[in-house]
């Protein structure tokens, strides 16, 4: 069974950081890209980020682009999601989510996590 | 970027009847395309991909059908299970998008 969970939440001023975890378990993490996902209170699902199979290729939504950064660490099949110069419109349920290819290319997602919240608040 | 449109935002519906959910996209997306089902508090679910593929351990009750821009999701007899919101997702221009939602309810 394939399963993804989230950590590493919570609430943080403007301007700050946090570092978003994803453990993967279930499937070879290291084979595939991943992804990801954010759901803004009210809105619609967003891709946020995404990362290659190995970790050499990652591509940015323009929203995050120069403040969020995606990597991952496939001995310990962990995604991550380095968030800096956090802003009130970041405030969202993040969702890390599965490719079903190695690479970065626009896909669908075939499993993802549960969710964690960031709250972007003073 | 592609703007996906989803309608109806909220569709009532009783136990065991059909609902039929839309999705526009604002340029082609040729078959590219996917539908999730969400419930409060959980992972969204992959329900559709390619337009017209169940995904693994979907049941037959629930079918895609279209091609370029104008996209159906039908639920064939709703099941209580099936009360949830149903997003669409392109993923054939970057970056992928998806809809807004449509929320099925009782």
């Known amino acids: 069974e394939v399963r993804l969970v989230e950590s590493g939440g919570g609430l943080v001023q403007p301007g700050g950081s946090l570092r978003l975890s994803c453990v993967a378990s279930g499937f070879t993490f290291s084979n595939y890209a991943m992804a990801w996902v954010r759901r803004a209170p009210g809105m619609g699902l967003e891709w946020v980020s995404g990362?290659?199979?190995?970790?050499?290729?990652?591509h940015d939504a323009d929203s995050v682009k120069g403040r969020f950064t995606i990597s991952r660490d496939n001995s310990n099949n962990t995604l991550f999601l380095q968030m800096d110069s956090l802003r009130a419109e970041d405030t969202a349920v993040y969702y890390c989510?599965?490719?079903?290819?190695?690479?970065?290319?626009?896909?669908?997602?075939?499993?993802w996590g549960q969710g964690i919240l960031v709250t972007v608040s003073s | 970027e592609t703007v996906m449109t989803q309608s109806p935002a909220t569709l009532s519906v009783s136990p065991g009847e059909k609902a039929t959910l839309s999705c526009r996209a604002s340029q082609s997306v040729a078959t590219n395309l996917a539908w999730y089902q969400q419930k409060p508090g959980q992972a969204p679910r992959l329900l559709i991909y390619?337009?017209?593929t169940r995904a693994t351990g979907i049941p037959a009750r629930f079918s895609g059908s279209g091609s370029g821009t104008e996209f159906t999701l039908t639920i064939s007899s709703l099941q209580s299970e099936d009360f949830a919101v149903y997003s669409c997702q392109q993923y054939n221009n970057w970056p992928q998008t998806f809809g807004q939602g449509t929320k099925v309810e009782i």
């Open positions: 990362i290659s199979f190995g970790g050499g290729s990652t």
């Open positions: 989510a599965k490719l079903p290819i190695p690479y970065t290319v626009a896909s669908y997602f075939d499993y």
């Open positions: 390619d337009a017209s």
